[in-house]
Structures are given as structure tokens and as C-alpha cells.
């Protein structure tokens, strides 16, 4: 989100408010990541709450630890490549100023998304595991002279869950789980400020608009607790049934702001700002949600060698309506409305088993966008509806040790952005922007997992 010229505390408001909202579109909607576990990447998600292959899955149910006698540990890592790029694109001021200085309209960046669990067999009833994973965030950056610089230059999250869960067999057939979550979250953003504008209002001389840029950057950070819910059921020797719930967690980032201008006639604008107290280096706060969501899913043992799978999931976006910012001293809080929607995401998946060593997986899936219209679509979150296709393969060169590798490949729908400018509005001081994202995804994911 931009920072407006006119008031630093406001400039904090806004632009914590938008740490909240960056994206990890290229491999999920919104700003989740479902990376957690090789197997279940491999077969495009569809596993993820009746599947149960391993302790990975704890993070997408916590009851599947159940399933899995003894003690086992697990990690690996996904390797995500997100590319997006606005095409087509528009930006003016409100008095019609060409923002355009050349820079490139790509967005994407790569991330790397370890995971870790482990879990210990109490004895015949009780399992206890813990889980560390990142459920969202991913880094999205575009050159500082991109035509869409006001609105958005760097956006960097980074979640990382600790889930202790405990695990109840309450029949043979029959796992109940629950875990608590304490999610530590950091958030870095950055976007050019139109000093020339302003100075050209003020007076200074060779000051011009979109030509005298200043540069903003916000960080923050916060722990916040929720919980995850989960069980299982052996519904026949070759069905199983799953279903899981991972609550909402309630977040309050506090943020440092930090200006600077690119050239001379912008710092004269910045110190004019800091000598009336706007534009100041400081302080703020923004309270968030990562939302709660719900799987449900089936696992079916068709044949000796073939297995198949299917899995809903639904998220609470909604919970993103709106942003409440608050201050360290007494200036109002400020409110900014996103008017995200709730989703689905579904998906279907097969394993096959070449021989006793290897099995061979893949699977296909569609994700909604929460992201209502082009008005709500923005540089940060440029999110699209999308469909996974993956492939996979599990090595078993003993009884105890396993290892997967897994692909997965995303196709975004293009997707309208349209962020228009009034004198009035948020958009007022980084102005109109409008294009045409082009979104997809290449994740690759290995994990080893190993039993004792």
C-alpha cells in the first residue's frame, strides 16, 4: 500500500495495515502456504486430511499422527517460483502525471519453505507430536522505478507455526487430535513516495511529480496462539475419513517506519516534512487474522496398488473485512476495508505402487481467489482463481526410511487490476494503477521420513 505525503502516523496505518495482506498468490490464494508436506504436495493436496501417510501430515491434521504406530520424525523443504507480471499497465496522478519510468511490471520471487515434525507413541492410547512449519507468506518484490511503485515496491512475510499436538485412539479405528499453535509472524514492506508532488505543491524548486521519489519501509512483528482440532476414522479396512480445523489467530504487528528521498530536490521535501512532524521515522501497530479453515477428505484403498483421494478445503477470508490500525499516542485509529471472501479449494489424487520400493503420485486441483473484484486487487496481493497439476514419487529403501520428491505446477487465470484515484481517497496520494496480472507457479518439494 502506499504512504501518504501528508502524515507519518498515517503512512505507519496504512502501510502495516497492507503487512497483513502479502502474498503468497503464486502457490495459494491469498497468502497461505499448503507446503508442508512432500506427499501431500505430490498428489496436488487431495491427502491432506484423510491421508495420514507420515507425521508431516500433523500440520494439515493433527489427527494423523494416530495412524502411525511408534515414534517417527520428519522434514523437508519446498522450493516455490512465483512469477506474476502486470501487463497492459496504466498509472497517472490525479492531475494526470505518467508514472511510468521503465521499470520491470514482474513481481515474482522465490522462497524456500522448510518443515519439521515428530511424534513419540505414549503408549496404546495417546500420541504426542510437534509440528513447525510456515502456513503463510512469501516474498514478492518489483524494481523501485516500476510503474506501480507508489502502491507497492518490496513485500516480504514470514509465519512460522509451533503445534505441540496430543493424539487420543479412542478405538481401533477412531483417532481424536488436538494441538495448540503459537504462530510468531514478521512482516517487511516497501513503496516509493511521490515527494516531487508534493514539492511541486510547495513550491520547490526543480521539484516534479513522479520524478523526486522518496522511499518508505515498515517492518513488524508479533506471537499469537490459536489452536487445531482433527480426526480420523478407519471407516472400513480400506477407507479412511478425516477432517481437521485450524482456528484463527489474532495478530498485533508493532512497526518502525523509515523514510528517505532519492535525489536532492526530494530531500528538501523530506526535511520540510520532518520539520512539521509528518514523514518522521516512528511507530505504529495493525491488528490482523490469519484466518481458520476446515478439510475434509477421503483416502480409499482401490486395489493392491492403487490408491485414490479427494479433498475439500475451506478458508475463512471474510475475516479480512476490514483492518483496525491503531497508534502509540492519541491519534484516531484508522480502518481499511478489504472485503475479501470466503473460499473452496478441492482437489483429487491417485497413488501408485510400482513394487514394495516405489510409489509413484499425482494429483490435480482447483483454488478460489478471496479477492472479490479488480477494485480489492492490488500489486501486493494480485490474486487469481487457479488449478494445480503435480507428480510425485516416494522411495522406500528400507521399512523405516522413506523419501519423497514432489512437483507441482500452478495455472493462474489473468486477472483485471483496477486501483482508481480521488482526491479523497486511499489511493489519493500514489494514484491510478490498472493492468492485466499474469500469475502461475513452479513448487518442487523433498522430504525424508523416518520411523523408530
Do not use: C
Request: overall charge negative.
Amino acid at each position: 500500500m502506499p504512504l501518504p505525503f501528508t502524515s507519518r502516523k498515517l503512512a505507519v496505518a496504512v502501510a502495516l495495515a497492507s503487512a497483513a495482506l502479502v502474498s503468497a498468490q503464486a502457490a495459494a490464494t491469498g497468502f497461505q502456504v499448503r507446503e508442508q508436506s512432500a506427499k501431500s504436495l505430490a498428489n496436488a493436496f487431495s491427502n491432506a486430511a484423510a491421508g495420514a501417510e507420515d507425521v508431516s501430515f500433523m500440520a494439515h491434521n493433527p489427527a494423523a499422527i494416530g495412524n502411525i504406530d511408534g515414534n517417527q520424525v520428519a522434514g523437508g523443504v519446498a522450493y516455490i517460483d512465483a512469477s506474476f507480471e502486470l501487463q497492459d499497465a496504466e498509472a497517472t496522478s490525479l492531475v494526470g502525471t505518467n508514472y511510468d519510468r521503465g521499470g520491470s511490471r514482474q513481481g515474482g520471487e522465490t522462497a524456500t519453505v522448510p518443515s519439521f515434525a515428530a511424534k513419540t507413541q505414549l503408549d496404546e492410547r495417546w500420541d504426542l507430536g510437534l509440528a513447525i512449519y510456515a502456513p503463510y507468506g512469501l516474498s514478492t518484490k518489483y524494481d523501485k522505478d516500476w510503474i506501480g511503485r507508489y502502491h507497492a515496491v518490496e513485500t516480504e512475510l514470514t509465519t512460522i507455526d509451533f503445534q505441540p499436538t496430543l493424539n487420543y485412539r479412542a478405538t481401533e479405528r477412531l483417532n481424536l487430535a488436538v494441538g495448540l499453535r503459537a504462530q510468531y509472524a514478521d512482516a517487511t514492506l516497501s513503496n516509493a513516495v511521490d515527494l516531487g508532488a508534493r514539492g511541486a505543491q510547495a513550491g520547490v524548486p526543480g521539484a516534479a511529480p513522479g520524478g523526486n521519489d522518496g522511499f518508505a519501509e515498515v517492518t513488524g512483528d508479533d506471537w499469537g496462539f490459536g489452536y487445531t482440532l482433527g480426526v480420523l476414522y478407519q471407516a472400513t479396512d480400506k477407507t479412511r475419513l478425516g477432517a481437521s480445523y485450524r482456528s484463527e489467530i489474532d495478530l498485533t504487528l508493532e512497526g518502525d517506519a523509515r523514510f528517505s528521498a532519492d535525489d536532492p530536490s526530494g530531500q528538501i521535501v523530506l526535511d520540510g516534512a520532518r520539520a512539521r512532524n509528518t514523514l518522521t521515522n516512528g511507530g505504529g501497530s495493525a491488528e490482523l487474522t490469519t484466518p481458520a479453515n476446515l478439510n475434509f477428505g477421503v483416502y480409499h484403498q482401490l486395489t493392491d496398488r492403487l490408491a485414490l483421494m479427494a479433498n475439500a478445503e475451506w478458508t475463512e477470508w471474510s475475516s479480512f473485512d476490514e483492518l483496525t490500525v491503531e497508534f502509540e499516542d492519541s491519534t484516531p485509529d484508522s480502518n481499511t476495508t478489504e472485503n475479501w471472501d470466503d473460499t473452496w479449494a478441492f482437489s483429487v489424487g491417485a497413488n501408485y505402487a510400482l513394487n514394495p520400493q516405489w510409489l509413484l503420485r499425482a494429483g490435480l486441483g482447483i483454488d478460489e481467489t478471496p479477492v472479490p473484484s479488480a477494485e480489492f486487487r492490488t500489486p501486493r496481493v494480485p490474486d487469481a482463481d487457479r488449478r494445480w497439476a503435480s507428480l510425485g514419487a516416494t522411495y522406500q529403501p528400507t521399512e523405516n526410511l522413506g523419501i519423497t520428491a514432489g512437483y507441482l505446477r500452478i495455472f493462474g487465470d489473468d486477472v483485471d487490476m483496477d486501483q482508481d484515484a480521488t482526491p479523497t481517497n486511499e489511493n489519493a496520494s500514489r494514484g491510478n494503477l490498472s493492468g492485466t496480472y499474469e500469475v502461475e507457479a513452479d513448487v518442487f518439494a523433498l522430504s525424508l521420513d523416518y520411523r523408530f
